[in-house]
């Protein structure tokens, strides 16, 4: 049992682990949106907001929700929703990506075919 002398040594000490607890929330949550923020603008200079664009302002969305959680100390909700902006932007920069690769594949065939047509073209006046 705790004697009465030393409720408020117990008090004290119970009230420094809370506060040591939510000021190390501060830190990550930081990091995190700084590391969103980062995030969106890579995606943005691939090309993303016109290729991908419901990713691209989802990701936005999350980032400024991030930010104004992070302004209002709620740290474990700045941090979760600048995780899932970044995770959209990721998203949305892949997308970008297979997008700009698969308009080159197309060139490319489009190019061959070309080639093809030429070269049949070529070979049938020389059989003649």
Request: proline share 3%; glycine share 2%.
């Amino acid at each position: 049992m705790i004697s009465l002398n030393r409720l408020p040594l117990l008090s004290a000490v119970c009230a420094a682990l809370v506060l040591a607890g939510c000021s190390s929330m501060k830190t990550p949550a930081t990091a995190e949106v700084a590391s969103s923020r980062t995030a969106v603008e890579s995606a943005a200079s691939t090309g993303a907001p016109e290729l991908a664009p419901a990713e691209m302002a989802a990701a936005r969305d999350k980032m400024l929700r991030a930010n104004q959680a992070l302004a209002a100390k709620d740290y474990r909700t700045a941090q979760d929703l600048a995780l899932q902006a970044q995770a959209d932007a990721k998203l949305a920069q892949s997308k970008a990506s297979s997008a700009k690769a698969t308009e080159a594949a197309n060139k490319l065939q489009e190019d061959l075919r070309v080639l093809r047509e030429e070269l049949d073209r070529a070979n049938s006046t020389m059989t003649r």
